[in-house]
Structures are given as structure tokens and as C-alpha cells.
């Protein structure tokens, strides 16, 4: 029987943190060997804010080279970047067509970034969600994996491909979103109340998967905390719940065996415990990241070879779509 298949997106920012690994990066590589998998560095989402281009185009290698650093591999997915796959734009326009502009107007996502662009906001930041509905539809994936803060979008996703084969015929598979229900959410270092993120003017609120383990440390022990001493995993003590939390979730160990371990000792082991945890669990990656990054032209190779076999099948489905709408 055919494999189901998985699509999933990540942009090409510097600066990849824990959020992004333990929400997304890390479940992609646990879940590649069991179905069909295309991973792609979204660089035309990226350009939807301004970019200076030595870095973009520094950070997209960084971002490819750190997803094959975390495990993803040849033989079990595509990994590619977004523009070198022409059909991305060409149906996110189709696509456009079809959308109205109040379902793009309820965005979450929009109304927050926009909120921080004020005048300079563009249309392509407007228009970031049909784009990203254009990556999934082009390589009919059945499953989505990603953090919380893309279930918006994936649900949007499938409205515009419900309305497509509603109105042309059945065409588009209905994707799922898949998120962990441990790790969807990674929250900040320093103000745990939100997700952590790239962006954050504060450098400490998110711990970089290139960090040294002296960055990690100095993080750690400055994350904010509470004025309590008891060591448990609780909602509404946000700091130290998100602490136990990234803790559970790179050592697999159960949530009651934490707490216990941890019933004696205090906040200041939990943060140095937690700091070596990180940084071990990051050297295998960094050090494959180096590895890869110092061999001349294997990058190269491998996007090259992904964004043939992304296009074969992205020009495939394209295809398909202008044939339903009359265009060819
Ligand atoms: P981005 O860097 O915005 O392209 O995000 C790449 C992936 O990481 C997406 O699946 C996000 O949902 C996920 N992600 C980003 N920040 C976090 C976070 N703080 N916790 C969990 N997942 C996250
Ligand atoms: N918008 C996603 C994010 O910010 C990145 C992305 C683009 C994506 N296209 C996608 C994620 C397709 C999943 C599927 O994280």
C-alpha cells in the first residue's frame, strides 16, 4: 500500500531555536521513515517581511544544512528549498483566485506581524497563507506536522481546497495538521506567557540550536522563574512549567518520574540539570552541522537533487489544476 505523505514548511530565518526543533524539526525526522515526505525551506515566505539578501541567502543554506543536521534524510524525504520549484508561486496565484480576502483578514498570524509592520505592511504577507496552502495542495499531503501556531493556517488550507473541488471537481487531498501534544508550544526563556521565537529583541528568550554550552547555561539560569520553590509541572506557573516541559521533552522521561526526581533538589539544580540536558542533546546535531557545512558542494548537491524530484511532482499536480480550470 502507498505511504501517506507529508508536507511541511519552515522559513528561512536565521537564528532556528529549541521551539522549532522540539515543535517541528524533531517530529518531521520521527516520522519520516513511515510515510512520503517532501521538507522545504518556505524562502518566498520569508521575502513577505524585508530581507537583506547576503543574509537570506546565507540563512536559507543554514536552515537546509540544520534540517539535515537534525536527522532528515535522503532516502526517506525531499528536502528542498521553496523557490527552486517553480509551481509554488503558479498555483498560490490560482489559488488566489478562489480565496476570498475575509477568510485571509481573520488570520491570527497577519494581524500580529502586520501589527508590528504598521505602514510597510505587503501583500505577500497578506497573501502568506494561500502560499503556504499552495505547498501543501501541490504534493497532496495527507498530514501536516507543525507547531500550534500553524493550525490556523492548515485548516484555511483546507477551506480553499474544499472550495476548489467543489467548484471544478474533486482534485485537492484535505490535509491534517499534526501536532504533538507535548512540544506544539515551546514557550520564551525569559517571558514564558509567549512562544518562543526568533524575532524576540530579547536574544536570552530562546535558546538557538547552534548556542555553545556556555550560551545555553547563561540562558538557562537567567529563565524566569517564580517565588515558589516546589517543583511541578502547573499551567499557571508558566516559567517553571515550560522549564519541566522542554526537560520531558528531550529526555522522554514521564512527567511523574520528573517530579519525583526533582522532589528534593531546587530551582537553581532543575535550571543546571535542565542546561546540560539541552546541550547534549544539541552536540550530535551541531556537530553533523558542522560536518556537512565543511564538505564543499554536498548542500548544494543534495537541494539540487531535492528540488528535482519536489518538481516533478509539484509540475504533475499543476498540471492537473489547469486542466480543471480551463487553462490548458
Ligand atoms: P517558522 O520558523 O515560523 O517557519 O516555524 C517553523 C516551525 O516551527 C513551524 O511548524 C512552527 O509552528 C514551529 N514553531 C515555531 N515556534 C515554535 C514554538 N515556540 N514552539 C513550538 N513550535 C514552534
Ligand atoms: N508558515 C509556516 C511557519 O511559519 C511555514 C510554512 C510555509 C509551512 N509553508 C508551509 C508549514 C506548509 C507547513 C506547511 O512556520
Redesign the pocket.
Known sequence: MAKKKIF????A?GN??L??Y????RNWVKLQADYDNYFCV?DL?TITVPQDPEVLRANIREVAGLLFASGLDADNSVVFVQSHVRAHSELAWILNCITPMGWLHRMTQFKEKSEKQKDEVSIGLFDYPVLQAADILLYDADLV??????KQHIELCRDIAQRFNYRYGDLFVLPDAYIAEV??????LSNPEK????SEEKKDDAIFLLDSPDQIRAKVKRATTDSMREICFDDNRPGINNLLTIYQLLTEKSKAAIVEYFSTKSYKDLKEELAEVIAESLRPLQERYRELTGEKGYLDQKLDEGARLADEAAERKLKAVQDKIGLR
Do not use: C, F, W, Y
Not at 22 to 25: F, K, M, R, S
Open positions: 511541511s514548511g519552515i522559513q530565518t532556528l531555536h521551539g522549532n522540539l515543535g517541528a524539526i518556505v515566505h506536522p507543525v507547531g500550534e501556531d500553524q512540544g506544539g508550544r515551546v514557550m520564551g512562544k518562543m521565537s526568533k
